[in-house]
């Protein structure tokens, strides 16, 4: 049953309001924790104020901290608000009843229109004291930009695909699955590289923990500020799995170069390399390659014509390209202007890396790989318990007929006129070449018996040569086995019937 206008608002207002508030309340927590280990006493209305920043940096809205640019935004507050915004748009998508096409719109626009409504807002409200603000417009933009993503993520991953986006290729399908599943793979590979990084840079992360925290508080907060960041140094990871490397400051990082630069007391700063990579470390671009090499797999299991392959890798090296470009923007920015200031990943690097080590790579699979299952073309000879004496009826051609009555006509002359075996002589029949195998079987001769001599066994049925074979599409036509010959006998009936019906004929003539 589907809910009436009244019901409708309420649903999209509960989806716009609901996902706004659940979000902030999520960092009030977090707010409050920042504050107590900062040693600030924040009461409950200051934790409610210091959430505001926060909740804006989750948005990925650039900040100014006391006149100097700030936007290095931590990605993990980000992830939380994207799958709080998905979870409530998808809830309203299904009590409205699940039409993309009909409810989805007003689903989009209302969440992301709240969302950047009150992002201009809190922009607005920023308590002075913190000496934190926000351009109302870059709040606005990306506010909204991030809740509609999320929520037509959220819609979709509730109602699936549209039946209209359904009806495109099966390669632009494919393309799209393989850049998922190359993203994913660079994640992971991401991941192992970071915690790789965090144990061998263990002891330089511990001696920044005495330095900068040393008691319990100070060392919960600056525990929650990595936590907060380490998607970035994820995606730092990633970076530099993929040849491009990362800057900080002016301390530069990559599998071929590496230079150090001002020495930070921040744990995750503190576990960047800071001398020459060592010299197996371009071997880590294997890794990268044997994500690419999964992708073309997949997408040569998935699609059996080549040049279908040929379209769902580019689409999959695009996909997973567009997805790293866009992880390297958010996960960098401007530090403050200090010595660690910018921290960037080069997106004129990153994405023609990942295209080459993904798209490049896949292709390759997909072009030189032989196929895993060849089909081959079996011919099998069988016997047709249906068949009958000189082949069956669909296998006969349309300018053969044929008949078992005597008399029919069976033969055409030159003129393309029907001939009746009566009217030739005993001796043209007997000595006509019999329709059959031309080789072997001609060859043989045939001899007609004598009057009162006993009829000869009658020839058998070669079947296993005269069965035409059958595998997927091929049909192979095999000759058919001669007719048994009619004896003397016949031949002489069939001759006198034939006279009669002549004779009746001329009877009754004009």
Same mark, same amino acid.
């Given at each position: 049953?589907?809910?009436?206008? %009244?019901?409708r &608002?309420?649903?999209? =207002?509960?989806?716009?309001t609901?996902?706004?508030?659940a979000?902030y309340?999520?960092l %009030?927590?977090a @707010?409050?924790?920042?504050g107590w280990?900062?040693?600030d006493?924040?009461s ?9 920043p926060l ?6 809205i ?10 290095? &935004?931590?990605?993990?507050p980000t992830a939380?608000?994207?799958a709080?915004v998905?979870l409530?748009?998808?809830w309203a998508? *299904?009590r ?16 992301a229109?709240a969302?950047a409504a ?5 922009s607005?409200?920023?308590p002075?004291?913190? +000496? ?6 870059a #709040?606005m933009?990306?506010a909204g930009?991030?809740a509609?993503v999320?929520?037509l993520t959220?819609?979709l991953?509730? =109602?699936? &695909? ?5 009806a ?6 494919v393309?799209?699955r393989?850049g998922?599943l #190359? ?5 992971a590979?991401?991941s192992?590289?970071?915690v790789?990084?965090?144990v061998t840079? #263990?002891?330089r ?5 005495r ?5 319990f ?5 600056? $525990? ?9 140094? /994820?995606?730092?990871a ?7 490397g990362?800057t900080?400051g @002016?301390?530069t990082g990559s599998p !071929?170069?590496? *230079?150090?630069g001002?020495p930070s007391? !921040?744990?995750l700063?503190a ?5 020459v990579p060592?010299?197996w /470390?371009?071997?880590v671009l294997a890794?990268?390659v ?6 073309g797999?997949f997408?040569?299991?998935a699609?059996?014509?080549?040049a279908d392959?040929i379209?769902?890798?580019?689409v999959?090296g695009l ?6 470009t &866009?992880?390297a923007?958010?996960a960098?920015?401007r530090?403050?202007?200090g ?5 960037r990943f080069?997106? +004129?690097?990153?994405?023609?890396? $990942?295209?080459?080590?993904?798209g ?13 299952n060849?089909? !081959? ?5 069988e ?8 082949g069956s009826?669909d ?13 029919s006509?069976v ?5 393309? +006129?029907? %001939?009746d075996p009566g009217d @030739?002589p ?5 000595d006509?070449? @019999?329709s059959?195998p031309?080789a072997?079987?001609e060859?043989?001769?045939?001899? $007609?018996p004598d ?8 020839v058998?049925d070669?079947?296993?040569? #005269?069965?035409?074979?059958?595998s997927?599409?091929? *049909? ?6 001669p007719p ?5 006998a016949?031949?002489?009936? +069939?001759?006198? *019937?034939?006279?009669a019906?002549?004779a009746?004929r001329e009877?009754?003539g004009?």
């Open positions: 049953m589907q809910p009436d206008g %009244v019901a &608002l309420r649903i999209l =207002c509960a989806a716009a609901g996902t706004v508030l979000s309340a999520l %009030v927590p @707010a409050a924790a920042v280990t900062a040693g006493g924040l409950f209305d200051g934790a409610f104020a210091a959430a505001i909740w804006l940096a989750a948005h990925q650039p900040l100014v901290l006391s006149g100097q640019p700030f936007s290095v &935004l931590p990605l993990l939380v608000l994207f709080v998905a409530g748009a998808g998508l *299904r409205l009843g699940g039409r993309f096409r009909h409810d989805g719109g007003p689903v989009l626009v209302g969440t229109g969302h009150v992002a201009v807002l809190g607005a409200l920023l002075r004291a913190a +000496e934190v603000a926000a351009q109302p417009w #709040a933009v990306g930009l991030l509609g999320a929520a959220g819609m991953r509730s =109602c699936g &695909l549209p039946p209209e986006w359904r495109g290729p099966d390669w632009l399908r393309g799209m393989g998922a #190359a993203l994913a793979g660079l994640v590979v991401a192992v590289l970071l790789v990084a965090l840079g #263990a002891p992360m511990v001696a920044a923990y330095g900068l925290a040393p008691t508080g100070d060392g919960l907060g600056v $525990t929650l500020l990595g936590l907060a960041y380490l998607p970035n140094a /994820a995606v730092g990633l970076s530099w799995a993929v040849g491009a990362f900080v @002016a301390a !071929f170069d590496a *230079r150090p001002v007391s !921040f744990p700063l576990a960047l390399p800071t001398g060592p010299v /470390a371009p071997a890794l990268p044997a994500v690419g090499l999964l992708v797999l997408v040569r299991r699609l059996p014509v080549p392959r379209r769902a890798t580019a999959a996909v997973a390209a567009s997805g790293a &866009l992880l923007l958010l960098g920015g530090l403050a202007a010595p660690y200031d910018p921290v080069p997106v +004129e690097l990153v994405a023609p890396a $990942t295209l080459l080590w993904i490049g790579v896949a292709a390759v699979v997909v072009i030189l790989r032989r196929d895993e060849p089909v !081959f073309v079996e011919v099998v000879d016997v047709d318990p249906d068949r009958e004496e000189g009826a296998e006969l051609d349309d300018d053969e007929p044929a008949s078992d009555e005597p008399g006509p033969d055409a002359d030159d003129d393309g +006129e029907k %001939v @030739a005993v001796d043209e029949i007997d006509a070449p @019999a059959g031309p072997d079987d060859a043989r001769p045939s001899r $007609t009057a009162g001599e006993p009829e000869a066994p009658p058998p070669r079947t296993d040569r #005269a069965r035409p074979a059958r997927g599409l091929l *049909r192979r036509r095999v000759p058919e086995p048994q010959p009619r004896t003397v016949d031949l002489v009936a +069939e001759r006198a *019937r034939t006279a019906e002549r009746a009877a009754d004009p």
